[in-house]
T-cell receptor, first 115, second 113 residues
Framework: DAGITQSPRHKVTETGTPVTLRCHQTENHRYMYWYRQDPGHGLRLIHYSYGVKDTDKGEVSDGYSVSRSKTEDFLLTLESATSSQTSVYFC??????????????FGPGTRLLVL | GNSVTQMEGPVTLSEEAFLTINCTYTATGYPSLFWYVQYPGEGLQLLLKATKADDKGSNKGFEATYRKETTSFHLEKGSVQVSDSAVYFCALSIASGTYKYIFGTGTRLKVLA
């Protein structure tokens, strides 16, 4: 357990509004990831970070941006929310100095509904 | 490219039945393989893993063997319980510098008493 929390846990918003989801970890893991989970698709990577201020895109990054100004926090922003971004969002972390087997640890998820 | 294919669910079993959930993969290089479990309303938890061919991962009565020749990592349990009802995800990771997972679509298991 990497002490990962996500906030908010649930959010309802309207189309066109910006939304920011927060992932906070207490284990000083270097890598952090944002996934979305949708029926029939499993989990798909949105963005990830390999260090403070170091981020890169995943397979479904359109419409999302991220920031990591501190090791412990990784923010996911939906610039202008759309109904297609209704999903459950999971944060995950990993650190290569703690575990060479690349085991990721997941947060509890944020359920987002865009109306 | 890299991909993971899981058997479609839902899978419905009676308590004490034998469970198999199939997972096959396509990968360039030598991936690590994982099974994660998601209980209702929760995040994903690591169930077991294997990092090289012929390794067997095991945990809580579940097992999976990394089969390079068949590119498979099937999950098995000899006797399921109602508490095993969950969604199971197969995933791979390739140490290519980015350490990203590729997930299967998940298989929902329902165990009836």
């Amino acid at each position: 357990d990497a002490g990962i929390t996500q906030s908010p846990r649930h959010k309802v918003t309207e189309t066109g509004t910006p939304v920011t989801l927060r992932c906070h970890q207490t284990e000083n893991h270097r890598y952090m990831y944002w996934y979305r989970q949708d029926p029939g698709h499993g989990l798909r990577l949105i963005h990830y970070s390999y260090g403070v201020k170091d981020t890169d895109k995943g397979e479904v990054s359109d419409g999302y941006s991220v920031s990591r100004s501190k090791t412990e926090d990784f923010l996911l922003t939906l610039e202008s929310a759309t109904s297609s971004q209704t999903s459950v969002y999971f944060c995950a972390t990993w650190d290569p100095t703690r575990d060479s087997t690349e085991t990721q640890y997941f947060g509890p998820g944020t359920r987002l509904l865009v109306l | 490219g890299n991909s993971v294919t899981q058997m479609e669910g839902p899978v419905t079993l009676s308590e004490e039945a034998f469970l198999t959930i199939n997972c096959t993969y396509t990968a360039t290089g030598y991936p690590s393989l994982f099974w994660y479990v998601q209980y209702p309303g929760e995040g994903l938890q690591l169930l077991l893993k294997a990092t090289k061919a012929d390794d067997k991962g095991s945990n809580k009565g579940f097992e999976a063997t990394y089969r390079k020749e068949t590119t498979s990592f099937h999950l098995e349990k000899g006797s399921v319980q109602v508490s095993d009802s969950a969604v199971y995800f197969c995933a791979l990771s390739i140490a290519s510098g980015t350490y990203k997972y590729i997930f299967g679509t998940g298989t929902r298991l329902k165990v009836l008493a």
